[in-house]
């Protein structure tokens, strides 16, 4: 057991972590909780603290991992998202709080359809179907994802969420027509598609480059899943049912365009920063 002063040692983390992230003293309080117990504040106050060293260990080597880029939500393993905890790893997308601003223009456009039918396409680590689940319990949300990594992730949080937000987890392709003809009578296809370009690609920040690429790349100009999604699945929604993309930046109008011609009547909602975040449209006629 060694003595520590954990104050000191949130101050000194921050000040190493600050080469790599403007929020360093948050993340060195993050880092603390892991290593520490989300407690560690009040232990410092009261001094003397006396720990482990695998527990002082545990901490410098989360810093370290930080220090060579790897994003801190991998290195904790879970994240918040819409005030649930979700599993995060290498396999899938990490939740953004950016992607809050899908789910809110979900429940909006589903608030007057009684137990509707949601699925969540590209659905990662989940939390998109979790959310929108958690906050109509009497909807049936389906999860949809290709790649086996994130699927397993995506599994493991419908069994974290059983009790509050369960949803179906299915392995399929987002872009398959033989996968959406499974699927009838849809109010809702809500979608946080792979959208960076080729040029995004090549100038992706460090820490970014731990995500999966297949979560990231939308083709050339990062509007191929856009382009297919409503083509694949316009015929399994109902009359009026509606299509929610999140979107990059400066997307807005393509994508707006696009849901326009196959059908759907269009419409742009901004995230809390005012910028274009989530394109939707309901099918007309």
Not at 111 to 117: E, G, I, N, Q, T
Not at 210 to 233: C, Q, V
Request: with cysteine.
């Amino acid at each position: 057991m060694v003595e520590i002063n954990l104050e000191a040692l949130r101050a000194r983390l921050a000040l190493k972590l600050g080469a790599v992230t403007e929020d360093a003293g948050f993340e060195a309080g993050v880092i603390l909780e892991e290593a520490f117990g989300r407690d560690w504040r009040l232990k410092s106050l009261r001094g003397g603290f006396f720990a482990d060293e695998s527990m002082l260990d545990k901490a410098e080597k989360m810093a370290e991992r930080r220090l060579k880029g790897e994003p801190l939500q991998y290195i904790v393993g879970e994240w918040e998202f819409f005030g649930m905890t979700f599993k995060v790893a290498p396999g899938a997308l990490i939740p953004r709080q950016d992607t809050e601003s899908l789910v809110l223009k979900a429940l909006e456009l589903i608030k007057d359809a009684p137990s509707p039918k949601v699925v969540d396409l590209c659905s990662g680590t989940g939390c998109v179907a979790a959310a929108i689940k958690k906050s109509r319990p009497d909807a049936d949300v389906a999860a949809l994802e290709l790649y086996p990594a994130a699927y397993e992730i995506l599994c493991e949080n419908a069994s974290r969420h059983n009790c509050d937000a369960p949803f179906t987890p299915v392995m399929g392709d987002a872009l398959s027509n033989a996968v959406a003809s499974r699927f009838h009578g849809i109010d809702l296809i809500t979608a946080n598609p792979p959208y960076l370009t080729e040029s995004d690609m090549r100038s992706l920040q460090r820490e970014v480059t731990f995500e999966p690429k297949e979560a990231l790349f939308g083709g050339a100009d990062g509007l191929r899943f856009y382009r297919e999604i409503p083509k694949a699945w316009r015929n399994c929604l109902k009359p009026g049912g509606a299509i929610a993309f999140e979107i990059g930046l400066g997307q807005e109008g393509e994508v707006l365009r696009i849901l326009e011609e196959q059908g759907f009547s269009g419409e742009v909602s901004p995230d809390l920063t005012g910028r274009a975040r989530v394109v939707s449209g309901k099918l007309k006629g």
